[in-house]
Structure formats: C-alpha cells, structure tokens
C-alpha cells in the first residue's frame, strides 16, 4: 500500500505560479514512476506529468514549458511547478504512483495504481 496526500492548492490569478506537493508514504521503495493529473468538472481526467525512477519526465502538450515535475530521492515528496497559469489550468489536481513488485525473478509482476484526494487549483482570468 501506499498512501499520497497532496497539497498546495489554491486561487491565484492568470500568469501567477503554485507549487504542488504530494507526500508518499507507506510502500514507497516499489513505486516505479509518479505523475499529476488533472480532472475540471465534466471532464475526464488527463495526465500533466510524469517522472520514472531514472528522472525521465513527460508533459502535457499544454502545460510544455509551463509546468516542472520534480521529486525528492526516494519518491517522499513529488512536486509540480506551475508557471504562467491560465485559466485553462483550473482543475482538480490528484498525484498519482505506480507500484511494481515482482519478488524474484521468475515472479508474475504485480502492479497497481494508486491516487491521493487531489486538490484544487483555480486560476481566475
């Protein structure tokens, strides 16, 4: 199990920054990757960004150049920089963490995905 609580949510007007945190604990040395996502009302909900354990990273189209994933060692904390935010970024933000295990070798891989609560950004034009 791992267990993710996010954090730094806000209101903040068009062009201003947030920073956002998702604290993991719990089975963290099994988590292969994190990421952010996004859900606005009446929406589904899309990936922003992604960090894999060699610190590889992928963005949104929309939030390229905007938006930074970063993490400390050990995936404790997971953060997202949000730059130049547009009104287009309000929305409920939830950290996400992958979780393979696979105790030896010749093991069937189990995986799992698991969410934090989210927390909402609102940027107001």
């Known amino acids: 199990q791992v267990q993710l609580v996010e954090s730094g949510g806000g209101l903040v007007q068009a062009g201003g920054s947030l920073r956002l945190s998702c604290a993991a604990s719990?089975?963290?040395?099994?988590?292969?990757?994190m990421g952010w996502y996004r859900q606005a009302p009446g929406e589904q909900r899309d990936l922003v960004a992604v960090i894999g354990s060699g610190g590889s990273t992928d963005y949104a189209d929309s939030v390229k150049g905007r938006f930074t994933i970063f993490r400390e060692a050990g995936w404790k904390t997971l953060y997202l920089q949000m730059n130049s935010l547009k009104p287009e970024d309000t929305a409920v933000y939830y950290c996400?963490?992958?979780?393979?295990?696979?105790?030896?070798?010749?093991?069937?891989?189990?995986?799992?995905?698991?969410w934090g609560q989210g927390t909402q950004v609102t940027v107001s034009s």
């Open positions: 719990g089975r963290t040395r099994s988590i292969t990757s």
């Open positions: 996400n963490a992958h979780v393979r295990v696979q105790p030896t070798v010749e093991a069937v891989p189990w995986e799992n995905d698991y």
